[in-house]
C-alpha cells in the first residue's frame, strides 16, 4: 500500500519536500502502466523530462541587448557603473548552484540591478560633480533575482519556465489529485512520440507547453457553485500580480502569486454571511486558491490567498511562497460585485 495525503498541515517546505518524494514514486509506478514506453524500458519518469537549461537565439540575445542598452541610455547610468553591475552578477554566478543562469539570465539580472541603482541614487545631493554616485542601500545580487530574470524571459521570448519534475510536483499544492492530472498530460505527449518511434523524453518547452494547457483545461472545467465569479477574482488576481512582476526592479524578487488580507479583516469576513465569503470559500475547497492563514510579514499578520499551482501554470506566474499585493476586504468584494 502506498499512503497518499491529499495536503498536509506541516511546514511549507517539509511538505514540498515530503511530497516531491512520494510524487516521484508515484510518476514511476504511473509509467509502468504505459506500454509504448514499458516495452522501451523506460520506468524512471524524472529522466524523461528534460532540465537543460534554455537558450536564446542569436536574434532573441541581440534584442536583448538592445533593450538593455536602451534602457542604460534612458536612465543615465554611466557604463563604469554598468560594468561594476556586471562583475557582481558575475561573482555571484560562479557561486551559485543552478545550472539556469547562462548569458540571457545574467543580462536580465543586469537590467534588474540597474532599475534598482536608478531608483536608489535617484534625488542624491551628497555630490552634484558625480556621475556616478553610490547607492543609498547597497545593491546585492540573490537568487530572487535571477528569479525575476527567467520570468522576464518567459514574459518577453516564451523561454519556458516551468519544467522539471520539481516544478510539476510544487505546482500540485501537494495535492495528489492534481499531481496526477498534471502527470498524465505530459505522459501523454511521451506516449504519443514513443508511438512514433520518437525519443519520448520532452524538452522544457515541451513541457511547459503541456502544462499550460492542460491546467487551462482544468479551469476551464470548473462547474462548482461561485465557478463564475472565481474566475472574475482569479483574472484580477493575475493581472495584478503579473503587473507587479513584470516591473523592471524585480520589486518582489521572483515576482507576485498572491493577495493579501489582513488576518483580522479575513476572520471578521469568514464569520459574516457575505457572499464574498462563500466564493472564497468555494475557491479554495475547488483547488482555485490556496489560503494561508497567520501569515507574518512586514509586523503584520496576514492571511494569504494565493493562486494556486494549475492557475500560476497556466498564466506564467512563480510557483515561489511570498510575494503578495496588500488588498482589502473591501477590494476582492468590488471585483465580486462586477460580474
Known amino acids: 500500500?502506498?499512503?497518499?495525503?491529499?495536503?498536509?498541515?506541516?511546514?511549507?517546505?517539509d511538505e514540498?519536500?515530503?511530497?516531491?518524494?512520494?510524487?516521484?514514486?508515484?510518476?514511476?509506478?504511473?509509467?509502468?502502466?504505459?506500454?509504448p514506453l514499458r516495452d522501451r524500458n523506460y520506468n524512471r519518469f524524472k529522466d524523461l523530462l528534460g532540465e537543460e537549461p534554455p537558450r536564446l537565439s542569436a536574434s532573441q540575445l541581440s534584442e536583448l541587448h538592445a533593450l538593455i542598452d536602451r534602457e542604460q541610455r534612458k536612465l543615465q547610468i554611466s557604463?563604469?557603473?554598468?560594468?561594476?553591475?556586471?562583475?557582481?552578477?558575475?561573482?555571484?554566478?560562479?557561486?551559485?548552484?543552478?545550472?539556469?543562469?547562462?548569458?540571457?539570465?545574467?543580462?536580465?539580472?543586469?537590467?534588474?540591478?540597474?532599475?534598482?541603482?536608478?531608483?536608489?541614487t535617484s534625488g542624491q545631493t551628497g555630490n552634484l560633480f558625480a556621475d556616478d554616485p553610490e547607492p543609498r542601500q547597497p545593491l546585492r545580487v540573490k537568487s530572487t533575482i535571477a528569479d525575476a530574470a527567467r520570468l522576464f524571459l518567459n514574459q518577453l521570448f516564451n523561454r519556458p519556465f516551468h519544467f522539471g519534475l520539481?516544478?510539476?510536483?510544487?505546482?500540485?499544492?501537494?495535492?495528489?489529485?492534481?499531481?496526477?492530472q498534471l502527470a498524465g498530460a505530459?505522459?501523454?505527449?511521451?506516449?504519443?512520440?514513443?508511438?512514433?518511434?520518437q525519443d519520448p523524453a520532452l524538452t522544457p518547452a515541451q513541457q511547459q507547453g503541456a502544462l499550460r494547457d492542460k491546467s487551462v483545461q482544468m479551469i476551464d472545467s470548473w462547474g462548482f457553485p461561485f465557478a463564475r465569479k472565481v474566475r472574475a477574482l482569479i483574472e484580477r488576481i493575475v493581472t495584478d500580480c503579473r503587473a507587479v512582476s513584470a516591473e523592471p526592479n524585480a520589486p518582489l524578487g521572483a515576482g507576485a502569486n498572491a493577495v493579501a488580507?489582513?488576518?483580522?479583516?479575513?476572520?471578521?469576513?469568514?464569520?459574516?454571511e457575505s457572499e464574498l465569503a462563500l466564493?472564497?470559500?468555494?475557491?479554495?475547497?475547488?483547488?482555485?486558491?490556496?489560503?494561508?492563514r497567520d501569515y507574518g510579514q512586514g509586523g503584520k499578520i496576514w492571511c494569504l490567498l494565493e493562486l494556486s499551482?494549475?492557475?500560476?501554470?497556466?498564466?506564467?506566474?512563480?510557483?515561489?511562497?511570498?510575494?503578495?499585493?496588500?488588498?482589502?476586504?473591501?477590494?476582492?468584494?468590488q471585483v465580486e460585485e462586477k460580474v
Not at 17 to 35: E, I
Not at 261 to 272: G, N, P, Q, R, W
Open 1 to 13: 500500500y502506498l499512503d497518499i495525503f491529499m495536503q498536509s498541515d506541516s511546514v511549507r517546505l
Open 16 to 35: 514540498r519536500r515530503q511530497f516531491r518524494k512520494m510524487a516521484a514514486d508515484m510518476a514511476d509506478r504511473y509509467l509502468r502502466h504505459v506500454q
Open 79 to 120: 557604463p563604469d557603473r554598468r560594468r561594476k553591475i556586471q562583475q557582481a552578477v558575475e561573482r555571484y554566478v560562479k557561486g551559485a548552484k543552478s545550472l539556469d543562469l547562462g548569458e540571457e539570465v545574467q543580462l536580465v539580472m543586469t537590467r534588474v540591478l540597474l532599475h534598482r541603482y536608478a531608483i536608489r
Open 166 to 180: 520539481d516544478d510539476l510536483c510544487d505546482a500540485s499544492n501537494e495535492n495528489a489529485e492534481v499531481f496526477l
Open 186 to 197: 505530459l505522459v501523454e505527449r511521451m506516449d504519443n512520440k514513443a508511438i512514433r518511434n
Open 261 to 272: 488580507v489582513l488576518e483580522t479583516e479575513m476572520k471578521d469576513l469568514l464569520a459574516s
Open 279 to 292: 466564493i472564497l470559500k468555494f475557491a479554495i475547497a475547488y483547488g482555485a486558491i490556496v489560503a494561508i
Open 309 to 333: 499551482g494549475p492557475v500560476c501554470l497556466a498564466s506564467g506566474l512563480t510557483l515561489n511562497r511570498g510575494g503578495f499585493l496588500e488588498r482589502r476586504v473591501s477590494d476582492l468584494s
